[in-house]
């Protein structure tokens, strides 16, 4: 496993660990002062301002950026809504591209409000991303798909586990030649608790389908299902084990911080938080 001491150039950070508070450009100077390698914008950051110059200052600050968060929900009430939904993330991937992300990470939603039909939720994102695969593949952007923690099943995401992801991924792009363009994002707070963790990493790693590295930490307890992720070593996620599963499939992406925390670490101020998960990422992933 690659020692993180000192390498602060193999960490990056999702912009949402900070609230999306501030405007992208500072956010853009402060990760890149507090001596990071990548970054992660969200779509929300980038809403009032010109793509094609973030993408600048982003290389002129010497980051990376590791992702570009992320899909709109595909499931729909209608058949408009889906191909809405679609042209949408045609555009997004469009800005990965833009941006130079090296995925567009999907969290593909679940059941339409006042659904109960998740066979049919799951039918539509394998259309969804099955209309998204050719721009993706021409724009040279790689679609990470994020399983997430089954208890988002009703509403952001019917995809919850690994194997689940690698399965849409090799169904839609059986035989991918030179290099996958559909894989996933793998999330410590997502995944931690998956009994078949080690072997689904593995067959993630051995298709060459590992995008993206995500960690943070699982709090006990955890007071919001959304908005009360810790900070890595604050909770009760072995997460060198998890990065070592993952560095021992090859993977040599970045290690990508992402916290949502309303009531903690996005009350904090930026350089706190960014100083926090630096010390962290150094000590205890
Ligand atoms: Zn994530």
Not at 138 to 147: K, Q
């Amino acid at each position: 496993m690659r020692p993180l001491a000192g390498r602060l150039d193999l960490c990056s950070i999702n912009t949402a660990t900070l609230g999306h508070s501030t405007p992208i450009d500072h956010v853009i100077d402060d990760v890149a002062r507090a001596g990071f390698g990548g970054i992660c914008p969200w779509r929300r950051d980038l809403m009032d301002v010109d793509v094609v110059k973030t993408a600048r200052h982003i290389r002129d600050a010497g980051l990376k950026v590791s992702g570009y968060c992320r899909s709109t929900y595909l499931p729909a009430a209608t058949e408009a809504g889906l191909r809405a939904s679609v042209e949408d993330n045609r555009r997004a991937i469009d800005q990965a591209a833009t941006l130079g992300a090296q995925c567009f990470v999907m969290v593909v939603g679940s059941l339409p409000a006042g659904s109960r039909d998740l066979a049919l939720a799951r039918a539509q994102v394998t259309e969804g991303v099955e209309k998204l695969i050719e721009r993706a593949r021409s724009a040279g952007v790689r679609l990470a798909l994020e399983p997430l923690h089954p208890m988002y099943a009703g509403d952001r995401s019917c995809l919850n586990t690994i194997d689940q992801a690698l399965k849409l991924a090799e169904t839609l792009e059986p035989d991918p030649e030179p290099a996958p363009t559909l894989g996933v994002a793998l999330d410590v707070y997502h995944v931690w608790w998956d009994p078949n963790l080690a072997a689904a990493v593995s067959r993630a790693g051995t298709s060459r389908r590992l995008f993206a590295f995500h960690v943070c930490d699982w709090l006990v307890p955890t007071r919001d299902l959304l908005m009360d992720r810790g900070m890595m070593g604050d909770g009760v996620i072995d997460i060198p084990h998890i990065r070592r599963l993952v560095e021992a499939t090859g993977y040599e992406g970045f290690v990508e911080v992402e916290i949502f925390s309303e009531t903690n670490w996005w009350r904090k101020d930026a350089s706190v938080t960014l100083a926090t998960c630096a010390e962290r990422l150094q000590t205890v992933c």
